[in-house]
């Protein structure tokens, strides 16, 4: 393993983002930017009722409207189902299988029962209102209650108690009698709402057959590009050669597009049968109505503490409501698995006792979100700490500071090992700036006029870098994790990379290419990434949990590194002297010394490409290197301490938040800028969940939201100004030094604004611990009213 440079000239620079010139210019192209000749459109025929039978799907006069093509059931498809699947024993973990059209039985509104394809979106959309489509209707499931209770319909015959996912992966023993002999136990009880990642690019798709080829050509909006190629194969019943995946800009993705959608299969068998282009484009209805959602949780935790505030114990009960269907490759485990493994977070809890559970109800299905339960749980501890100094008497930053871990590496309760964090150094440099800037006089004074400001913070660590090792201990039947890169140079000297990550947001353009130009003293616009295409990148896991940096960007420096070697090799053979004595610099080869001879890379590659004959003889001919980066142990932490001052306005129950202060150390920052704008973004979507989103359903199943009138997001208004400072405690075993940064900001808001309201909530004896925190219920709160349910 290469050790992490001490002299770095673009990483850890804040260099322009390399996407923006076309992005911001509308010269990106995205999905719905594609045409191709004859290219028609496809809409679905969506399940009007949660739960139901299907009668009869009559398509008939569907083919009789003007501009439809075709239009295809279930029966007609022929489709093979996707299957997400654990090795746990059926006790642990129930799979389910998601036809891709709705055959027999339909579990949410929305659930695609048929495909109609068209010459145009507008002719599409008259088809779907020509379909009729009879159910027999069964009795819903909405709620956790519902679900979990004795004669409850079953949503899935395999299914006992509507559950599909029941592990207890902890136990201390002993822990009943820590918490008989605790000096304080403290509870907590909290529900969070159900959320949409709402991506500004809905989902979509444009496939179409390529006889040259004899190839299924899909292109799709997707993060795991890979992986939908997989399931298209075994769906279609099609060799993996014949189907490739290539995704283009990408306006977002925040988890919901790891997820392999059944939409984009039915799209790509459309285009399959009718030999014709076919493009899917989800609108905003659908995609809040019928896509991934996420985080509908459920916690009953208690904490034991001692009399100085000491954590003896934490014992917890977690029930995620994970919708109709396990989501594929993650399964239903994905929320509850999460939480169990990682509950314990920054604090040194000596015992510790989980019951994870994942129900399904007729709601959409639920796939991973930024921060996948951390957010959650987060809150649930947070909230534990909080109510401990307060019925201890204690402070609480205090009572944080004495149990967060400070020493490293650090094996928990959870049998995870810590790597080592600025955990103790981020708590108290974030208070310190709140002291600094005057927010706790402020409170005092706005006390004393009767008005409500509290500060709240959360201290968290984000776990980053999954490598194939921490996925295998969930028991994934496919087992995410490594990397795979090529850097490769031709004979301008110019450079290409892969990469099996996949941006959609993230700047890998940019940090990728800042990566490979320091290895190899290049000028950045001489480097340009490839991502995206199955046919071009050997294998991938596309982006999420954080990993692109810090598994992606190691695979990119080994193989950047070994295309240096090379290099290196074939100028000292020219100049007869020891590769050692050979640095890369200015664009190519110098040697060290008095001479300072210099080849730039296009003559190292005239020699590599084409006079072969002058190479050494253990050299071969070309300039291209692979490598593969697997993390082998528990990942790596990143950690935070968020800071929030808030204001609730007494007439209306408005949150304010007057201060955010975000400390966070995600190791080498490859590009502070970039680490900014994902700290940014995801503290937006923190306090997306915290005070705004969330989508309900009433007794028949039928969805709240079905536009932004509805569901409400919050703008630029609502999102005040952030203010990050940064540490840097660099990843021991990562190429780069770096950990990863994409989800710090989602998981460290919501409690920091929870626990923020609840301290400007104090005079009223008010506590709250659900979200998202409606004005309805803190004007109820400040106005000594009892709170809505």
Known sequence: MSSIPNSRQLVGRSVPRREDPRLLTGRGRFVDDIALPGMLHAQFVRSTVAHGEIVSVDLSSVRQVPGVVAAFTADDLQLGDIVAELARPLSEYVPTAMPILARDRVRYVGEPVAVVVARDPYAAEDGLEAA??????????????????????????????????????FATEGIDDIFAG???????????????????????????????????????CTQVPHQVRTVAARSLRLDERAVRVIVPDMGGGFGQKCAVGREEIAAAAAALRLRRPVKWIEDRKDALTASFLAREQHYRARAAFDAEGHILALDADVVCDMGAYSCYPFTAGI????????????????????????ITTNKAPTGPYRGVSRPQYVMVVERLFERAAR???????????????????????????YDPGSYLE????????????????????????????????????????????????RKMQIVPGFDISEVRMDTTGAVTVTTGTLSHGQSHETTMAQIVADELGLDLAKVKLHQGDTDRITYGWGTFASRSIAIGGSAVR???????????????????????????????????????????????????????????????PGLSATATFDVLNDGTFSNATHGVVVALHQGTGHVEILRYVCVEDCGVAINPQVVEGQCRGGIAQGIAGALFEQITYDAQGEPSATGFMDYKVPTAHEIPDVLIRHLETPCAFTETGAKGAGEGGTIGAPAAVLNAVNDALRPTGVELDNTPITPRTVHRALNHQELPA
């Open 182 to 220: 605790a000096y304080r136990v403290v509870d907590v009880e909290t529900r969070t709402g159900r959320q949409n990642a709402l991506p500004l690019e809905t989902r979509g798709a444009v496939a179409h057959w390529d006889e040259r080829e004899e190839q299924l050509v899909v292109h799709t």
């Open 391 to 417: 019925e201890l008497g204690l402070y609480p930053v205090e009572v944080r500071r004495r149990n967060v871990i400070t020493e490293f590496p650090y094996t928990g309760v959870n049998d995870i090992t």
């Open 426 to 473: 981020s708590l108290n440099l974030c208070e310190q700036q709140l002291r600094g800037e005057g927010w706790y006089e402020k409170q005092a004074e706005a006390a004393q006029q009767g008005r409500h400001i509290g500060i709240g913070y959360s201290c968290f660590s984000e776990r980053t870098g999954y490598g194939s090792a921490a996925f295998a201990q």
């Open 558 to 620: 080994i193989a950047a590194g070994r295309l240096g070697d090379k290099l290196r090799h074939i100028a000292a053979a020219r100049w007869n002297t020891d590769p050692g004595d050979v640095e890369l610099t200015g664009g190519g080869a110098r040697r060290r010394g008095p001479e300072g001879d210099f080849l730039s890379y296009e003559e190292l590659a005239d020699i590599a490409y084409l006079k072969a004959h002058l190479l050494p003889k253990d050299i071969e």
């Open 132 to 169: 009729k489509v009879s159910y027999s209707t069964l009795a819903p499931v909405t709620c956790e209650e519902d679900a979990l209770a004795p004669d409850a319909p079953r949503l899935h015959a395999e299914a006992a108690h509507n559950t599909l996912v029941d592990v207890s992966l």
């Open 335 to 358: 929320e509850p698995l999460m939480a169990s493994a990682e509950m314990p977070g920054v604090y040194r809890v000596p015992a510790y006792r989980v019951r994870g559970r994942a």
